[in-house]
């Protein structure tokens, strides 16, 4: 934990320093409070390329991911989980996730947004690793909250969830010598590169940034925090890449591949429904 408030003390005072920058309310490892427009509907990509600790070899992971924004304040996300772990590509299950925007203080280039999020997904793999990850490794649920400032154009964001992993299917059973709730949080920064000044929608944009990820588990006492650094491109204001990679910064638990990339194509298609 004492890693963890240095490090929110390092992004606080990179946050500052960018007090005059530009940046985007869009975030490649975690949500922000804000949802995607009101009637559209968006088709996403993750790609995972994770190097195990044990075999050296690359474990690939895909998300697909169909979004909906039905209103201004609820989004949600229909999941699937395919990866390499038996040595050939095979669906694992899937989730759903939903965010509800509660709260919105809207001034002239700021605003305060804070918004609740849950998931339910339900896997079939093999559990290999202490970590707790329900989007795309454990059968289980989780539900948090998301606080996102934006000050002219910069966007600072924070997480905070609880966790809770369950029996996978196909006989995969949560071993009973571990802990199987976690607590999560994470920090996330970042700002606008180009346009220098927009003139019109069909800009290409240019985003980077930084997050911090971390996860306590009550039971046993065992954390980790990782540190990502990300690039995002925008374009035409609706098509979206993502190319980040994820280190881990320090852990006292099993984890089999904490350190990769990430490999991300979205798109949204605007009121798609009227």
């Known amino acids: 934990m004492i890693h ?20 985007q309310e869009l975030f490649v490892f975690t949500e922000p409070a804000s949802n995607m427009p009101a009637k559209s509907v968006g ?54 996730y939903a965010k509800y925007r509660f709260f919105s203080k809207d001034k002239v280039y ?40 934006l000050l002219h154009k910069q966007a600072i964001s924070s997480t905070v969830s609880y966790e809770q992993a369950v029996n996978n299917t196909s006989g995969n059973e949560f ?32 985003n980077i940034m930084v997050e911090c990820l971390g996860q306590y588990l009550p039971g046993n006492g065992k954390s980790f925090m990782d540190a990502t650094a990300s690039v995002q ?14 280190r881990e910064l320090y852990s006292n638990m099993l984890r089999t591949a904490p350190n990769g990339f990430l490999i991300r194509i979205e798109h949204l298609i605007f009121n798609a429904f009227r």
Not at 46 to 75: A, F, R
């Open 43 to 96: 088709i996403r990509m993750s790609n995972w390329l994770m190097q195990d600790q044990q075999s050296s070899t690359i474990n690939y992971h895909l998300i697909p991911e169909v979004m909906w924004g039905v209103n201004k304040n609820l989004m949600v996300h229909v999941e699937g989980f395919v990866s390499n772990r038996n040595k050939s590509l095979a669906a694992e299950g899937g989730a759903f």
């Open 233 to 246: 491109f925008i374009f035409n204001s609706q098509t979206r890449v993502d190319v980040a990679y994820k």
């Open 175 to 206: 071993p009973t010598l571990q802990a199987n709730r976690a607590i999560n949080y994470t920090l996330s920064t970042g700002r606008l590169i180009l346009p220098k000044d927009y003139t019109n929608y069909g800009q290409m944009n240019l």
């Open 110 to 149: 700021r605003h305060f947004r804070m918004a609740a999020f849950g998931r339910v997904a339900i896997n079939n793999s093999d559990i290999h690793q202490e970590e707790i990850e329900t989007n795309g490794h454990n059968s289980g649920f989780e539900g948090g909250l998301i606080a996102t400032q």
């Open 4 to 23: 963890f408030f240095r490090i929110l003390v390092l992004l606080g005072a990179i946050a500052t320093s960018m007090d005059n920058a530009n940046a």
